[in-house]
């Protein structure tokens, strides 16, 4: 049943009543089928997110999927999306109407903060399930609202569930007057990897041919990370002279022309690649194609993540490499992905490094036996720490429109 409108929210529509906004880049046509929507309050959450719904069409195979982003958000900053990905409109009653209209979906899910409540109130009206998750209390009220009580409590209890970090967060919920069975404290979504899977016998070759030597992996490395990953590992073969580098580049271009230089830096190298051969006394793996790192990440207990000792790039995300049992070290610049890399930091699964000189006492450090297998362990810990959290939520959203079948 849809809930009675409040004179606090009918005054709100009419304070933002609009019309919807003129666009050159129309909506798509709608899915056949059900479809959820799924609001993704920031852009550092679009990768739990679009995880979250790999793992939900598991689950529900035939169910489409719409994400949406804030009214403001530039879209071309965000990483390609293999859903659709549309921002929403702005918080103008005409707006809210008419995309609801055009997408018609069967439940909806909202990430995080910045809820609209036109949006959220029609969606309720016309008894789309609604689900919280990482709750914040954040409402975009339209200009000239904000004086109207009850517009976040109301807006709030459209809910079917609400989803929070905190029990702070809970509490002042609850405060609202929303329904205390409606709150509850979950952790956030988490990224949980899942690597493909590769052929035993390439693995088994691979360690002989390493034969037992000390190998870390340097994976998405820039041009400008070179002399600093080279510097680091010929400082790491003092301690360990038979040492191997597998260095990953990150453009495929720069291979050719690096492996001429590592020649004439006297480093022994082969180029991967090109059906090199890794012999007893190989000292640097040239390697460029992204599917390999699957297999490096297997065979190396150590792997820098690069595009990260520099400014620019941003880091490559990390959880990949951790998932394979690979502890990770990184540069400072992992804007991308800071989130991840703050939380294996924390969790002591991954090293944060500034310098080449600081690589190479990294990789000395983490290639001890003891040091290596304790940051696999928390690092693996990380990776599957969201798991039950997605199953869950996924347990909600099946329940939610199987009601509606």
């Keep these: 049943m849809s809930k009675p409108r409040s004179l606090s929210l009918a005054a709100y529509r009419i304070l933002s009543w609009g019309v919807p906004n003129?666009?050159?880049?129309?909506?798509?046509?709608?899915?056949?089928?059900?479809?959820?929507?799924?609001?993704?309050?920031?852009?550092?959450?679009?990768r739990a997110a679009v995880d979250f719904c790999q793992r939900l069409r598991q689950s529900?195979?035939?169910?489409?999927?719409?994400?949406?982003?804030?009214?403001?958000?530039?879209?071309?900053?965000w990483d390609a999306c293999p859903h659709p990905l549309v921002n929403l409109p702005a918080e103008q009653t005409g707006a809210a109407r008419a995309f609801l209209d055009h997408w018609r979906p069967d439940i909806g899910l909202w990430i995080?903060?910045?809820?609209?409540?036109?949006?959220?109130?029609?969606?309720?009206?016309?008894?789309?399930?609604?689900?919280?998750?990482?709750?914040?209390?954040?409402?975009?009220v339209a200009r000239g609202g904000r004086w109207l009580p009850d517009i976040t409590r109301y807006t709030f209890d459209c809910f079917h569930t609400i989803l929070a970090t905190t029990p702070d967060v809970v509490r002042h919920i609850r405060r609202l007057g929303v329904s205390s069975s409606k709150a509850e404290v979950s952790p956030p979504l988490h990224v949980s990897p899942n690597p493909r899977p590769w052929p035993?016998?390439?693995?088994?070759?691979?360690?002989?041919?390493?034969s037992g030597r000390p190998v870390w992996l340097a994976a998405w490395v820039q041009d400008k990370e070179f002399i600093s990953v080279l510097s680091a590992h010929r400082q790491a073969m003092r301690m360990l002279p038979r040492l191997a580098l597998i260095l990953h580049v990150a453009d495929i271009s720069e291979a050719g022309p690096l492996h001429r230089r590592l020649e004439?830096?006297?480093?022994?190298?082969?180029?991967?690649?090109?059906?090199?051969?890794?012999?007893?006394?190989?000292?640097?793996?040239?390697?460029?194609?992204?599917?390999?790192?699957?297999?490096?990440?297997?065979?190396?207990?150590?792997t820098f993540m690069a595009s990260s000792l520099e400014r620019g790039a941003g880091g490559q995300e990390p959880l990949i490499a951790t998932a394979l049992g690979s502890a990770v070290i990184h540069g400072p610049f992992v804007h991308r992905h800071q989130q991840l890399y703050d939380q294996l930091d924390r969790a002591n699964a991954?090293?944060?490094?500034?310098?080449?000189t600081e690589l190479g006492d990294a990789v000395v450090s983490l290639l001890a036996p003891d040091?290596?297998?304790?940051?696999?362990?928390?690092?693996?810990?990380?990776?599957?720490?969201?798991?039950?959290q997605a199953d869950h939520l996924i347990d909600i959203v099946q329940d939610c429109l199987d009601q509606r079948s």
């Design 60 to 77: 529900r195979p035939t169910l489409s999927i719409i994400m949406s982003a804030p009214p403001e958000a530039d879209l071309s900053r």
């Design 22 to 46: 003129a666009t050159d880049d129309p909506y798509i046509p709608r899915p056949d089928g059900e479809v959820i929507w799924i609001h993704v309050g920031a852009q550092d959450r679009q």
């Design 350 to 356: 991954a090293r944060t490094v500034k310098s080449a």
């Design 264 to 302: 004439s830096m006297d480093l022994r190298c082969i180029n991967w690649d090109d059906g090199g051969t890794i012999e007893d006394n190989t000292q640097v793996i040239l390697s460029a194609e992204p599917e390999d790192l699957g297999l490096w990440q297997r065979v190396s207990p150590v």
């Design 112 to 140: 995080g903060g910045g809820l609209m409540p036109n949006l959220i109130t029609r969606a309720s009206e016309r008894d789309i399930p609604l689900i919280l998750i990482e709750a914040k209390v954040d409402i975009k």
């Design 200 to 210: 035993e016998d390439e693995l088994i070759e691979m360690t002989h041919a390493f």
């Design 371 to 388: 040091c290596a297998a304790d940051m696999a362990l928390a690092g693996w810990q990380i990776v599957t720490e969201g798991a039950p």
